[in-house]
């Protein structure tokens, strides 16, 4: 059994954290609070000093370096494997990390609803065991002032992949975990008024 330690939306304020102990660190996005390669680096010393083997993180809206310097961002992001639509297997399982999310004001990683954001959704590989995204898909934990606002397309692809586990932030309002069918969503916002990190046990067969 695999304990899955998952968090997102710290924006720089990582260090308030009590980060429990585990197999392996998911981070899902907005990491930094303006995306600048110096507050990157304070987070990758701040992953650094965690014990967890396994280390895994996709930007999000805030973290603009990976946007606009990606390859310095990379560069810097030492302490972690950064997934930006592509897949890393890890115990056996098959992770996939996506930053992107439907446009929300005019942030990183912002694609309009429709085509764009599908053709984006497309290449999660069908083989996906856990899928790492910024935004959440429609429908689940993506709750704004009573008003639902995930990403559809996601939603779809997810239902076609199937993933066992979908990890995802962006959301600050409406953390929590819910399972339909094969799949289990979890909204693991870490974010200034919660500051919680969400530990997940993850059986390897």
Same mark, same amino acid.
């Given at each position: ?15 308030? !954290? ?5 197999? *392996?660190? *998911? ?5 930094? =609070?303006?995306?600048? !390669? ?25 973290? +603009?370096? $990976?946007?606009?310097?990606?390859a310095e961002a990379r560069a810097v992001l030492t302490a972690a494997t950064y997934l930006e639509d592509e897949a890393v297997i890890i115990e056996g !399982? ?9 446009? $929300? ?15 984006? +959704? ?39 992949? =199937?993933?066992?586990?979908?990890? $995802? ?15 289990? $969503? ?16 993850f059986p390897l067969a």
């Amino acid at each position: 059994m695999l304990t899955l330690v998952a968090m997102a939306d710290t924006h720089g304020y990582h260090d308030d !954290l009590t980060v429990p102990e585990g197999d *392996i660190l *998911i981070h899902a996005g907005d990491l930094t =609070r303006g995306g600048s !390669l110096e507050e990157m680096a304070e987070v990758n010393a701040f992953l650094a000093r965690l014990p967890h083997r396994h280390k895994i993180v996709v930007a999000g809206n805030h973290d +603009w370096c $990976f946007q606009e310097t990606p390859a310095e961002a990379r560069a810097v992001l030492t302490a972690a494997t950064y997934l930006e639509d592509e897949a890393v297997i890890i115990e056996g !399982l098959k992770f996939y990390g996506s930053p992107w999310q439907p446009w $929300f004001l005019d942030w990183a990683f912002n694609l309009p609803r429709g085509p764009e954001l599908a053709r984006r +959704w497309a290449k999660i590989p069908q083989d996906t065991d856990i899928l790492i995204t910024h935004g959440p898909p429609l429908g689940f934990g993506d709750r704004v002032a009573g008003e639902r606002v995930g990403c559809e397309d996601l939603l779809t692809r997810v239902q076609q992949v =199937r993933p066992k586990l979908h990890l $995802f932030g962006h959301i600050h309002e409406d953390g929590g975990v819910w399972t339909e069918g094969p799949t289990t $969503f979890a909204n693991v916002t870490s974010d200034e008024g919660m500051r919680a990190v969400q530990v997940l046990r993850f059986p390897l067969a």
